[in-house]
């Protein structure tokens, strides 16, 4: 059992479909101070592989990606 | 009466309005319907046409035509910009007029709108082929072009035509050659995400190829700001790039007018992405690069829009209920060089095929090109 982290900041991409989530998680961290912690919503399975590469490729944290009933929630910190 | 009002005067908002003065011909001309267009601009504009523009085998005149010779004389034609959507009111306000439109059904087809100034150092740094201005400037400066670092770089997602950048990027290459330049200038592109392009299958197809021809690719590439005195160019990501020329695809949004009526974030309209209706309020629909759908940005997905649409509000105006619905079906031409080109064809969840290109198929993109204006006109 993890603890979920607690999020200041909720994308929510559910129904986007690929590359939508990734594209609306990066415009959403370039206007975000560092150490802001963001939830991204995604019902895109590709997202949970795309999202932690670009994550570790600029440079911030993935937190911890929580599968729920119809989408996954996917948590970072921003550097 | 029964008031149909189409806002836009492009692809989508034209043919649609052509489809409903033929479907409910008997309508308008007993009285009970009118279908009324409303277009800021006098001209009709074919942006496919501004891919051809920098290589000199179109013009921007060839992209023009007044929308006037284009609709359907069923059609009432308001040439004026449409400055509030009040959908609790169903009442459309415009720029030229003091009193307010009144409507039964809306459809926004509104189009996108090219933001270069969303990125610092883009609008005086960097060139673009996505309107008539950005296509003339890069023609010019192509043809004195003949040596350094050639960048494209897709900066927004989503944009219009996702098959643009990759067909710019092929045929520079070829086009530099048959000049004989292109031992003297590289050539790199740049993707946001972690492939050459948000369809697999095209990232796929556009790499093998890019290879071929010897054209870089710099993927997770998000440009953050472009500094035009030192021709450099930083990502998000934090890498740096110089360049001799850099060409954009610019970042896009949606209307003002859309975000203000509350009907979406960015100017996209939120719809249900079979009926297109608007998902915040009732009697208004969203076709073209308006609509929020998971395809593409494209003239080919606005036309089946229209033409779905059109039924849906013909069924209405009649009083039944409406049955026809998008299945997100996109059709794509691809030009892989100066010559030869490729097609793609899927519908929503589909990842298209990509076929080996060939010269009858570039001929039969330039040839829809030609043919355009009939289907503009609601004839093919
Ligand atoms: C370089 C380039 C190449 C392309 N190539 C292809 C291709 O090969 N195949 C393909 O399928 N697609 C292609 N496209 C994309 C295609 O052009 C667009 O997807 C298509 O034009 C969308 O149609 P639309 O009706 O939604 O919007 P548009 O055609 O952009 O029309 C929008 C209209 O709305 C009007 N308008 C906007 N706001 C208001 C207002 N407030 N009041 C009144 N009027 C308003 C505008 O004046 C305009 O007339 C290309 C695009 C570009 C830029």
New interface residues.
């Given amino acids: 059992m993890t603890d979920t982290p607690t999020s200041d900041v909720t994308i929510d991409s559910k129904d986007a479909s690929c590359p939508g989530p990734l594209m609306d998680l990066i415009g959403k961290v370039k206007t975000l101070d560092s150490g802001t912690v963001v939830e991204l919503q995604t019902t895109e399975r590709n997202s949970t592989t795309d999202v932690p590469e670009w994550l570790e490729e600029a440079g911030h944290e993935l937190l911890e990606i929580e599968e729920r009933d119809e989408y996954w929630s996917i948590y970072l910190e921003v550097n | 009466m029964h008031r149909i009002a189409i806002v836009g005067g492009g692809t989508g908002g034209t043919v649609l309005a052509n489809r409903l003065a033929s479907e409910l011909r008997t309508e308008i001309e007993d009285g009970e319907v009118e279908v009324r267009l409303i277009t800021a601009d006098p001209n009709h504009v074919y942006k496919p046409t501004f891919l051809y523009v920098p290589f000199g085998k179109k013009t921007v005149d060839d992209a023009t035509r007044p929308i006037e010779e284009l609709i359907d004389s069923r059609v009432t034609l308001t040439i004026d910009e449409v400055t509030d959507v009040n959908t609790d009111r169903n009442r459309l306000s415009l720029a030229d007029r003091t009193t307010s439109l009144r409507y039964d059904q809306l459809v926004l087809a509104t189009g996108a709108t090219l933001e270069p100034e969303a990125v610092p150092g883009l609008a005086e740094g960097g060139h673009h082929f996505y309107g008539p201005d950005g296509a003339e400037a890069l023609r010019d400066e192509l043809a004195e072009f003949t040596e350094g670092h050639l960048v494209l770089s897709v900066v927004g997602?989503?944009h219009m035509c996702p098959a643009a950048p990759v067909e710019f990027t092929l045929m520079v290459d070829d086009w530099l050659r048959e000049r004989g330049r292109r031992a003297d200038v590289d050539i790199t592109y740049t993707y946001?995400?972690?492939r050459a392009h948000?369809l697999e299958s095209i990232a796929d197809w556009a790499t093998d190829r890019f290879e071929e021809r010897g054209i870089d690719v710099e993927t997770?590439f998000?440009v953050?700001e472009i500094d035009p005195e030192s021709e450099v160019v930083e990502t998000?990501?934090?890498t740096e790039l110089e360049y001799d020329l850099f060409v954009a695809i610019p970042p896009h949004r949606g209307s003002d007018l859309v975000a203000d009526a509350g009907l979406g974030d960015d100017g996209w309209v939120d719809v249900d992405r079979h009926t297109l209706e608007a998902t915040a309020t009732e009697d208004v629909y969203a076709i073209g690069d308006a609509a929020d759908v998971?395809?593409s940005k494209a003239g080919s997905v606005a036309h089946y829009e229209a033409g779905v649409v059109a039924d849906r509000i013909a069924s209405r105006a009649r009083g039944q209920t409406p049955t026809a619905t998008y299945d997100g079906k996109t059709v794509c031409f691809l030009e892989a060089g100066m010559d030869e080109a490729t097609f793609i064809e899927f519908e929503y969840?589909e990842e298209p095929y990509v076929r080996e290109p060939s010269k009858p198929l570039h001929w039969a993109k330039l040839g829809y090109n030609e043919s355009y204006w009939l289907t503009a006109r609601g004839l093919l």
Avoid: A, R, S, Y
């Fill in positions: 997602v989503p946001p995400i972690n948000g997770f998000n953050d998000v990501e934090g998971p395809t969840g």
